[in-house]
């Protein structure tokens, strides 16, 4: 059984901060990149922060120095703290891994931002 849960979602202001969670079903994931997406409506889903089983980070360009992904692997949970939220963050943010070719995803969180 694979399951990720994201949790941390809400309705924030321009110019706000908030912590998204993904927990774990177990301790596989700990040895596997996890990867944070979002979508909007009518649009397509994109990667905005990529985690490895190491910690080393990547980020979309957009949301460069204003969000941090994390990883706790002793929770079997991964973050993603988002600050200085923008409108255009807006969106259902999902957690990924993929292991041998499958992409598992979570349920999603709502995140709102209004201007």
């Known amino acids: 059984q694979v399951r990720l849960v994201e949790s941390g979602g809400g309705l924030v202001q321009a110019g706000g901060s908030l912590r998204l969670s993904c927990a774990a079903s177990g301790s596989i994931f700990n040895a596997y990149a996890m990867g944070w997406y979002r979508q909007a409506p009518g649009k397509q889903r994109e990667l905005v922060a990529r985690?490895?089983?190491?910690?080393?980070?990547n980020y979309l360009d957009s949301v460069k120095g204003r969000f941090t992904a994390s990883r706790d692997n002793a929770k079997n949970t991964v973050y993603l703290q988002m600050n200085s939220l923008k409108p255009e963050d807006t969106g259902v943010y999902y957690c990924?891994?993929?292991?041998?070719?499958?992409?598992?995803w979570g349920q999603g969180t709502q995140v709102t931002v209004s201007s």
């Open positions: 990924n891994v993929v292991i041998n070719l499958v992409g598992y």
């Open positions: 985690i490895n089983s190491g910690g080393t980070t």
